[in-house]
Every structure is written in structure tokens, then in C-alpha cells.
């Protein structure tokens, strides 16, 4: 089983369009939980970090459930510019980044 | 104030070669990792480095190899490179205070034939 899961899409949906990820995480004492995104033939960039209440940045909302081990990002309002590869990321022991195989995101106009 | 900067951007070799790549982290930080991803994978965890040391290894042989300066900047080697090696290879760099957040270089896409 892989250390992070997440559905590899690809997810097409109109602009204005609410889309929802999800992830799944195998090692139950992980403390940290981050959303990356990545443009292709980009580098990833961090786009939040998750917290056990739940967080939002404008239109991002991202979710924590360690009783399931499941992490969610939804994006509300969808933009054209919200095309990319969105990527979630656990930190292993020792500071080590794990990352999901990632999710792709096409915005249709 | 410059970002993380990896040199070189592309890099072609064959088989049984050896590269090494190199990479310059953000003005403030001090620790180093080094990252290889795949085409349609996430990026793979190769090492860390801090106090020009390695700290942390992943599941990566031992022809991955590297080494970091006293001014912080770090280089990757690769020795007998096989095609599989073909991929970016990423250089994140983060600060002793937070080494969970992690800024990533541009990468250097890596073609081996």
C-alpha cells in the first residue's frame, strides 16, 4: 500500500465548478499535512497546510480526518488559472516529505 | 531575495555516466533535500542534508550521493546511471525553525539514453 493515495484524475470541470480531492494516508502518526500544487514541467508549490480544524484561503478549503486518515482540499469558484496537478503531501518522520502521485485538474471554459 | 536555484536546467547522458547537479538554497535556510520525480508520479524523497551532514535517506541506492557546503549550497550525485534515472530531480530547501515547510528549485530534468 502506498504511503499516500490520492485519485490520479484527470478531473474536468467548467469554470465556476466546485471540485473536491481526496487522499488517504497509511502511517497514523503523521503530524503534518500539506496541498501542493504543481504547473506542468513546474516545480510544486506549496498551496496550504491542513490543520485538524480545518482551514481556508479564499476559495481553497482543505480538511483533515485523522480518525480516517483522509485529507480534502475543495475549491470553490473554479479558474481557468486552477489548472495543474494538485499534489498531497504528508510529513514522514524525520522531515521527509511524501508525496501523493497527485490529483490533475483541467478548467474547462 | 533570490528562491531556491538548481543548475543545470536540462541535462542529456547514457547510460553508465555520472552527473552531478547542484543547488542553491533560499536566502535563510539551511537544510537541503533532495527530491526525483518520475513522469506522472509525485516527487520521491532521495536525502536531507543540514550541518553538512546527511540526515535522512530514503529508498534510494547507494549511486545516489551528495554532499553540502559550508555556505549551504548542496550537489547531488549519481554515479552508473541507468535509463531509469530519467527524471526531475528537485532541490527543497527549508530552515532549522520549520523543516516541514519546504520551498522547491526549478528542478533539473535529467535524460539519460
Known amino acids: 500500500r502506498k504511503e499516500v493515495e490520492q485519485d490520479p484524475g484527470p478531473f474536468n470541470v467548467p469554470e465556476g465548478a466546485t471540485v473536491a480531492f481526496n487522499c488517504t494516508y497509511s502511517n497514523s502518526a503523521s503530524q503534518s499535512f500539506f496541498w501542493y500544487r504543481q504547473d506542468c514541467r ?37 479558474k481557468l488559472s486552477d489548472s495543474a496537478t494538485y499534489l498531497c503531501v504528508v510529513l514522514g518522520a524525520t522531515n521527509k516529505l511524501i508525496f501523493g502521485t497527485g490529483t490533475l485538474l483541467a478548467v474547462q471554459p | ?3 531556491v536555484t538548481q543548475s543545470p536546467t536540462h541535462l542529456i547522458k547514457t547510460r553508465g555516466q555520472q552527473v552531478t547537479l547542484r543547488c542553491s538554497p533560499k536566502s535563510g535556510h539551511d537544510t537541503v533535500s533532495w527530491y526525483q520525480q518520475a513522469l506522472g508520479q509525485g516527487p520521491q524523497f532521495i536525502f536531507q542534508y543540514y550541518e553538512e551532514e546527511e540526515r535522512q535517506r530514503g529508498n534510494f541506492p547507494d549511486r545516489f550521493s551528495g554532499h553540502q557546503f559550508p555556505n ?7 554515479n552508473a546511471l541507468l535509463l531509469g534515472d530519467s527524471a526531475l530531480y528537485l532541490c527543497a530547501s527549508s530552515s532549522a525553525g520549520d523543516r516541514s515547510i519546504q520551498y522547491f528549485g526549478a528542478g533539473t530534468r535529467l535524460s539519460v539514453l
Open chain 2, 1 to 3: 531575495d533570490a528562491g
Open chain 1, 42 to 78: 513546474k516545480e510544486p508549490k506549496l498551496l496550504m497546510s491542513v490543520y485538524s480544524s480545518g482551514n481556508e484561503d479564499g476559495r481553497f478549503t482543505a480538511q483533515l480526518n485523522r480518525a480516517s486518515q483522509y485529507i480534502s482540499l475543495l475549491i470553490r469558484d473554479s
Open chain 2, 72 to 78: 549551504y549550497s548542496s550537489e547531488l550525485n549519481v
